[in-house]
């Protein structure tokens, strides 16, 4: 370039912002003291010669910052018009813009960014709470429930280690009795007729009401046969049969008076004569055989004789169906009893009745 020309155009050419600006039309805020510059021609003005050069390096004095308000203008005319392409200045001026809306750009991304991470920061401690709150229900939880196994744990023990001593009570009783009745029974076994109870037990293992085992032919002979041995032979003889069928009934005596009945010419309407002895005596009890409607009033003693006999049979018929649950020692002495029963009453002893 001519020295010359150099010292004629404006030394800022390559370098003022505004001259870049404007003459790549991209910037759209000015300076408003350079609006009336702008509407006339941009072309650039020769420096005068005469003019005395910047005392620094030849270059005119400094322009002083003067604070403007700042406008919107379009581009200019010439380049409206031209539609030529860009000088290498414009270009140089749009390699400095895009650096510039790239920082933008970048900027824009990272606030983005931060803000998506700020809101998913909140939200994983959003979560993160509602998950504590949840470990915290489920830990209280997990305290209950172990403190309610804890007291069922205890109450088992307990209920188990009753049971044990209840248990261990019940076998020790258990056990005491049973040295008691072997040590009773060893004391008996002496005093007990070994005759009549092999007897009862040949009798026990097949148990019958035939008067031909050797059990009940005794006890026959000796008990039954002597206490229904009434005065009355006829009707001891029917009372003995009802008594082995288990259809003979004995009431109290009603209040009013009852048909008469005659048996072997001895009238025993009559509530003061007893129909088996033919004593004369209140009667307070009477006597039906089977399904007979005839009614026979006996005296306490026949009846006390007449009870015995079937308290012997019941029994005996309770230990042919099954249903006594005991060793043969106790059925002996139970028999026994019922037996000494029988002889007491054939002897005349008896409970009185009010």
């Avoid at 600006?21 to 300076?31: D, F, I, K």
């Avoid at 004593?279 to 004789?305: F, K, N, T």
């Avoid at 005991?326 to 002495?333: S, V």
Wanted: glycine content about 6%; aromatic content about 6%; some cysteine.
């Amino acid at each position: 370039m001519d020295p010359a020309k150099e010292r004629t155009e404006c030394p800022a050419r390559e370098k003022c912002p505004v001259f870049l600006a404007m003459s790549s039309g991209t910037v759209r805020y000015v300076p408003s003291g350079l609006g009336l510059a702008l509407k006339g021609n941009l072309g650039e003005q020769p420096w005068d010669t005469d003019s005395q050069p910047h005392p620094d390096e030849g270059h005119p004095p400094p322009l002083e910052a003067v604070p403007v308000p700042w406008k919107s203008v379009g581009p200019c005319k010439s380049h409206r018009d031209s539609g030529l392409v860009e000088t290498p200045a414009g270009k140089e001026a749009q390699g400095e813009e895009d650096p510039a809306a790239t920082r933008l750009d970048v900027l824009r991304l990272r606030s983005s960014s931060m803000e998506i991470r700020e809101k998913g920061s909140e939200f994983l401690k959003e979560e993160l709470h509602k998950a504590q709150k949840e470990l915290k229900l489920k830990d209280a939880e997990c305290e209950r429930l172990c403190r309610v196994r804890g007291q069922l744990e205890r109450e088992l023990e307990e209920l188990t280690a009753s049971l044990f001593e209840e248990a261990h009570r019940m076998v020790r009783e258990a056990n005491m009795k049973q040295a008691a009745s072997e040590k009773q029974l060893k004391e008996t076994r002496g005093k007990v007729d070994t005759t009549l109870f092999a007897e009862f037990q040949a009798w026990r293992e097949s148990p019958t009401l035939d008067k031909t085992s050797p059990f009940l032919e005794r006890v026959y002979r000796e008990d039954v046969g002597p206490c229904l041995d009434f005065t009355m032979q006829e009707l001891s003889a029917l009372v003995r049969a009802a008594v082995e069928d288990n259809t003979l009934t004995i009431e109290p005596v009603a209040s009013q008076t009852l048909p008469a009945v005659k048996v072997a010419a001895v009238e025993c309407g009559r509530t003061n004569t007893c129909a088996l002895s033919g004593l004369a005596c209140a009667c307070r009890h009477r006597i039906r055989l089977g399904d007979s409607e005839s009614h026979y009033y006996i005296s306490p003693s026949s009846r006390a004789r007449i009870t015995a006999v079937c308290n012997f049979f019941t029994y005996i018929r309770y230990i042919q169906q099954g249903l006594v649950r005991q060793d043969a020692e106790p059925m002996f002495w139970e028999i026994t009893r019922l037996r000494k029963e029988m002889s007491l009453a054939k002897l005349g002893f008896f409970p009185q009745e009010a």
